[in-house]
């Protein structure tokens, strides 16, 4: 279940979601989809597949893999998108450009409104009932491993922090020997959080599987549902990545959607025992008080 009143999931997302998992002819269909919507909606079946150089089946089949009665209905969704809001098509699969002698004003509505975009379509796209158990089993669990590398390391820090601070210790693995050993050690009453953009990191899908084998619950977060992080996991929760930007490409386009659902995630685990998050906090910033610098007189 998604979250209630939220608009859908824009076909967008849905199809970057999917890639990964389509047949190379889908993957024609799919890239010719998102480069030319438009175009898209106002062609035949038999124009697209012959633009993609398909057969009608691949382009149903795709329409299927979408949750789509069919091609028709495409057309229909494509046509829906494109009247609500045109300029988010604008790039199809490329990145959003940013020129050399572009201005920062520019970069900055650049990444606005992709990231805006990625939020928007990860708030949709995320199943709140998974969520919810997520939030529940991290609240009552003995032991809490967090598994990531790269960028997706610092987000799995920076909820190991948060956790730490209101008394749930929690473990960030990077690497890959350091998490298997302690995926080895866990058991029925813990949770292991594997975050991957791609789903596909295997020193992230290793470590998740083990924690499973041994009883753990486990939880996926990712981009792509049908990814192999995504098989293994006992809960997934999907994130969108926004449109790559000039220099900013792959998972990183992803981070603030990752963010957005590891907030998610702490705010449940912090709401479950509110007293004592709310002392936790207290108690902490008084720790640190000394080191912060006095205010300036008025």
């Known amino acids: 279940m998604s979250v209630p009143g939220s608009p859908p999931p824009s076909l967008e997302a849905r199809i970057h979601g999917l890639l990964p998992a389509l047949s190379p002819a889908q993957v024609r269909v799919a890239t010719e989809v998102l480069r030319d919507p438009a175009a898209v909606s106002s062609s035949t079946i038999g ?6 150089g398909t057969s009608l089946p691949s382009v149903t089949r795709f329409c299927l893999a979408l949750g789509l009665s069919g091609y028709a209905e495409l057309r229909l969704a494509l ?11 604008e790039r199809g699969t490329g990145a959003a450009e940013v020129g050399p002698d572009d201005g920062l004003d520019h970069v900055l509505r650049t990444l606005l409104q992709a990231d805006a975009r990625a939020l928007e379509d990860t708030v949709a796209e995320l199943n709140v009932d998974a969520l919810g158990k997520a939030v529940h089993a991290i ?11 790269g960028g997706s390391a610092c987000v799995a820090e920076d909820l190991r922090l948060r ?14 020997h350091n998490a298997l050993t ?4 866990l058991g029925a009453g813990d949770v292991a959080v594997g975050i991957s953009h791609s789903g596909e990191t295997l020193e992230v899908l290793e470590p998740l599987r083990r924690a499973g084998q041994q009883g753990a619950l486990t939880v996926a977060i990712t981009n792509y549902p049908r990814s192999p992080l995504s098989r293994a996991a006992d809960l997934v929760l999907i994130t969108a990545a926004s449109r790559d930007v000039t220099f900013r490409t792959g998972g990183l386009s992803g981070r603030h959607a990752q963010l957005l659902v590891l907030d998610a995630l702490f705010i449940g685990v912090a709401q479950r025992d509110y007293t004592l998050s709310e002392q936790s906090f207290d108690i902490t910033a008084d720790a640190v008080s000394a080191h912060r610098s006095p205010s300036r007189p008025v």
Do not use: K, T
């Not at 956790?163 to 890959?176: E, M, T, Y």
């Open 47 to 52: 124009e697209l597949a012959a633009r993609c």
């Open 79 to 89: 046509a829906a998108e494109g009247g609500r809001s045109s300029s988010s098509w």
């Open 163 to 176: 956790l730490h601070r209101i008394g749930r210790g929690a473990s960030s693995w990077s690497d890959v």
């Open 139 to 149: 609240s009552d669990a003995r032991r809490i491993d967090l598994y990531a590398v």
């Open 182 to 185: 302690s995926a080895a050690l």
